[in-house]
């Protein structure tokens, strides 16, 4: 599975020093993989709502992006190595 780039994500953000620079929903301590591996777990989004203090819109904000971004093509082999070049 693709690493998503979750800087795109509105609903999250990672801060270096709070939870390690984990990803976490905005403003919490609360790490956007709980939605994942609790629902991998067989968990329903209530009970992940209720279990994380999270709002339908929190969850829904980072399954809807992380739908999205594995929907989208992926970039051409030609621009990978593009981009890896301009980072030098």
Do not use: Y
């Amino acid at each position: 599975m693709p690493t998503l780039d979750w800087s795109q994500c509105p609903a999250v953000e990672s801060i270096p020093g709070k939870r390690s620079g984990a990803w976490v929903f905005r403003d919490t301590r609360t790490p956007v993989s709980v939605v994942f591996d609790n629902l991998d777990a067989g968990a329903s989004i209530p009970e992940i709502m209720e279990w994380f203090h999270l709002s339908q819109e929190q969850v829904s904000a980072v399954i809807e992006f992380a739908a999205r971004s594995l929907d989208a093509p992926p970039a051409p082999p030609h621009a990978r190595l593009a981009d890896a070049h301009t980072l030098r």
